[in-house]
């Protein structure tokens, strides 16, 4: 199982089609956000247990998302949001959302990540599981997040997705987003994470090896929902790249039954960090966000970064 994978066969891994859908569409531009209480132990229903948010550290930033404006290396123009951790300096996860869609795909996952007690700012018609943030599991206590969600070149929000761009363009973007990630405010730079959907879960392990090229040490992990090779880079090749840092850096797969094959090559590719989950009827990319699924994906995203970047 942990051999490595002769280049011929990496080759031939990938999946049939990117599959779309999902997402939440939007009429006009989000309105402006409104801020939270800045004691941070405001909290909302996030199923189960009533959540604890974490005490608000003195040096910490206002969390209302912050708009940022980047630039991919050909010059490529993009957008995102920087919801600031309630401590810093802090881990900062980068969301890489999925072909269907755009970054409003995480505008109720970037706030529960937070934990800070910030509601959703931004429009919310509730059409698809993952916007039901009462459905999401409590964030443990003492966690929280500085989290980056960005929208990947001619991508736009569901029904219309991902509609121009080419793999090697949403490469590039997904590598700008990590940089910029870990250099904003806020930001503890040695523990930058990526989370990503589809071409997302892609971009998340392709642009975490990259920024470690860059600067050694500063991914700790990608965690993709339905990886399928479509930035053009075989899954397993950064798998393996990023068993070879010293420590090995985690990558966790997540697929249904039907798209698990890909998730198996990548057991092969001899990295020590590497754990896969297969989720019967899970589906595809965000629709792995269920709360009916099991294992829970949503519970394996906080175990996942408990593991990687804590607490």
């Known amino acids: 199982m942990k051999k490595l994978i002769p280049l011929i066969l990496v080759l031939m891994i990938s999946l049939a089609g990117c599959i779309g859908g999902g997402g939440i569409p939007t009429d006009e531009a989000a309105p402006p956000p409104v801020q939270e209480d800045q004691g941070g132990d405001q909290g909302g229903d996030q199923g189960g247990d009533e959540p604890q948010n974490p005490p608000v550290d003195s040096n910490a930033l206002p969390s209302d998302p912050q708009e940022i404006t980047f630039q991919a290396s050909d010059g490529q123009a993009l957008s995102g949001y920087y919801y600031p951790a309630a401590v810093n300096p802090a881990p900062v996860v980068v969301l890489m959302h999925w072909a269907g869609g755009d970054m409003s795909d995480w505008y ?11 509601a959703n700012p931004f429009p919310n018609p509730g059409s698809d599981p993952w916007w039901d943030p009462s459905c999401f599991p409590v964030v443990p206590g003492d966690a929280t997040y ?14 219309v997705g ?8 949403w490469l590039l ?14 930001v503890d730079p040695t523990k930058v994470v990526a989370i990503g959907s589809s071409i997302g879960a892609d971009g998340a392990p392709d642009a975490c090896f990259w920024l470690n090229e860059q600067t050694p040490g500063s991914c700790q ?6 990886p399928g090779s479509y930035l053009g880079i ?16 985690a990558v966790w797969c997540l697929a249904d039954e039907n798209e698990f094959g890909i998730c198996e090559a990548a057991e092969m590719a001899g990295n020590p960090a590497y754990q896969d989950f297969m989720v019967p009827g899970g589906s595809h990319g965000n629709m792995l966000l269920r709360p009916d699924l099991d ?17």
Not at 108 to 118: F, H, T
Not at 173 to 186: I, K, N, S, V
Not at 221 to 226: I, M, T
């Open 108 to 118: 109720e996952i970037a706030p529960w990540l937070q934990n800070r007690g910030l």
């Open 146 to 159: 500085g989290v980056f969600i960005f929208s990947f070149r001619g991508c736009e929000p569901s029904p």
């Open 162 to 169: 991902c509609v121009s761009g080419t793999p090697e363009g």
């Open 173 to 186: 973007d997904a590598q700008a987003a990590m940089q910029t990630a870990a250099a904003l405010e806020g």
């Open 221 to 226: 992990g990608a965690l993709s929902l339905s």
């Open 234 to 249: 075989p899954y397993p090749l950064p798998v393996q790249e990023l068993g070879g840092n010293q420590p090995p850096v």
């Open 295 to 311: 294992p829970l994906p949503m519970q394996i995203i906080l175990d996942f970064l408990a593991e990687t970047v804590g607490p």
